[in-house]
Nanobody, 126 residues
Framework: QLQLVESGGGLVQPGGSLRLSCVAS????????IAWFRQAPGKEREGVSC????????NYADSVKGRFTISRDNAKNTVYLQMNSLKPEDTAVYYC???????????????????WGKGTLVTVSS
């Protein structure tokens, strides 16, 4: 069964850090660009960050630039999202998604994604 599983969410105080993980099972991530999205209550799902299949290209939403870092370990079939200096407005369910793309680039476009995880909740609150 092909699936992505996110983990690492939780409750953190403003200014704190969390590291999210996205693990693939049933397929290899070697040929996939990976994107992280998030959805806050009452809002649309939005792109946060993405990384190309080789890891050589990354993109970030303006709202998280300088605070979040995406990385991948293809040997572990895992992609990470390191989130620092968290703010209450970062509160959301975070999803990872896989985009089959052989090019050395990535996109944070919902319609491009081939597989989705079920999400992990991040709550930033004092």
């Amino acid at each position: 069964q092909l699936q992505l599983v996110e983990s690492g969410g939780g409750l953190v105080q403003p200014g704190g850090s969390l590291r999210l993980s996205c693990v693939a099972s049933g397929f290899t991530l070697d040929y996939y660009a990976i994107a992280w999205f998030r959805q806050a209550p009452g809002k649309e799902r939005e792109g946060v960050s993405c990384i190309s299949k080789s890891g050589g290209s990354t993109n970030y939403a303006d709202s998280v630039k300088g605070r979040f870092t995406i990385s991948r370990d293809n040997a572990k079939n895992t992609v990470y999202l390191q989130m620092n200096s968290l703010k209450p407005e970062d509160t959301a369910v975070y999803y990872c998604a896989a985009d089959l793309d052989i090019r050395a680039m990535c996109f944070m476009t919902l319609a491009r994604m081939d597989y989705w995880g079920k999400g992990t909740l991040v709550t930033v609150s004092s």
